[in-house]
């Protein structure tokens, strides 16, 4: 199964404070656990929401607006992308993430084809596998 944890932004990440070289040390070495264990496939800081947009879409059309947002907990700092067998295997592994004390991170599972049944026909399975081969390349 595919998971995607996601870092939750704080008044640091936001003002756009970098982590220390200790910081990068110990996340370094837990990624490389990550991908010693054959779980990790992608895993990013992002800047702050000053440097980003939203879109909100109405009536078919999109309008933009950019950052910086209010702190709350829908902002991201960063993510995972991880492979477990199971929800529990990914909190066991993201409880040793060298984070500090109020730091917050969520892990949501990351839909399969399978997950969508008959409404994904075969032509839109072709479709996404062929997407999915063409992202692979690059």
Do not use: C
């Amino acid at each position: 199964m595919r998971f995607m944890v996601i870092v939750k932004a704080n008044k640091d990440t936001e003002a756009g404070v970098m982590p220390s070289t200790e910081q990068l040390a110990a996340m370094g070495k837990f990624n490389e656990e990550l991908v010693q264990a054959g779980m990790m496939e992608a895993g990013e800081g992002l800047h702050p929401t000053s440097n980003g947009a939203r879109i909100k879409y109405a009536g078919g059309q999109g309008s933009a607006s950019r950052g910086p947002f209010p702190l709350s907990g829908d902002l991201v700092a960063g993510f995972w992308l991880i492979n477990a067998k199971s929800l529990d295997e990914a909190i066991d592994w993201m409880k040793r993430a060298p984070f500090g004390d109020g730091d917050e991170i969520e892990i949501r599972q990351v839909f399969s084809t399978e997950d969508f049944g008959e409404a994904l026909t075969p032509e839109l399975r072709e479709q996404e596998e062929r997407l999915r081969a063409q992202t692979a390349k690059k």
